[in-house]
């Protein structure tokens, strides 16, 4: 039985949309932190990507919240602004979990499968369960609850699988995300300054989970990173100064 919430078509085109981020966007921006930290691990880069992740989440929260607060902005307004603000945070769930299964050397092409990917992150142990438990149909043998499951929805399970798999997350994720996207709307739209509390917390609180979903999903990280996160060698400061001014004789 689906007891997901209708949405409008336009809405859930433009939900896989905001889950669909680009590869050579991902890439040029964990290579911008690696640039910014050369000497920093897989793990460093990790925990900086997490780091980033809630730091935006939250300040989008506390930002609709305050809206609250602000003479001439009412609450209908506030909550009027509450879509835009969910907008950020699914594409800021979406450049982080691609972000990540960069770092373990997983490419994701497929707009498909990193919208799984996004979803499942986003619904935790449930959406983790789905993928196990597909995984152990179509693999015939019994799967470890406890086993990582990123590798399984990126690139283990055949593309044929994909879609039924990716159809039941989005039915479950689409059932939570609505009940939790109004409970926290409502939040952000209280008056008095409190709107601004509740909405970064809130954020805070389901970033802090999507984060968690993504240690389970992959584990570790890797000890080196992969070929296509290499950073070119910068030249020195002093180079970099005689080439540009010799470029604008």
Known sequence: MNDAPELDPSVATGIDRLLSVQRPVVLAHIRSIRARHPEASPDRIIAILEKRFLAAVTAGGAAVGASAVIPGVGTGVSLALTGVETAGFLEASALFAQSITEVHGISVEDPARARALVMTMMLGAPGAQ??????????????????????????????????????????????????????????????????????????????????????????????????????????????RVAEKKAAKR
């Open 130 to 239: 789905v993928i196990q438990q597909f995984t152990g149909q179509f693999s015939g043998q019994p799967v470890d609850r406890n086993a990582n499951w990123g590798r399984a929805i990126t690139s283990g399970l055949p593309s044929f699988a994909i879609g039924p798999i990716a159809d039941r997350i989005k039915r479950a994720f689409i059932k939570r995300f609505v009940v939790n996207q109004s409970a926290s709307a409502i939040g952000r739209a209280v008056p008095f300054g409190i709107g601004a509390v509740i909405g970064g917390a809130g954020n805070r609180m389901l970033g802090g989970k999507i984060v968690a979903s993504s240690r389970q999903a992959f584990g570790p990280a890797p000890a080196v990173f992969p070929e296509e996160l290499a950073v070119p060698e910068r030249k020195p400061r002093v180079i």
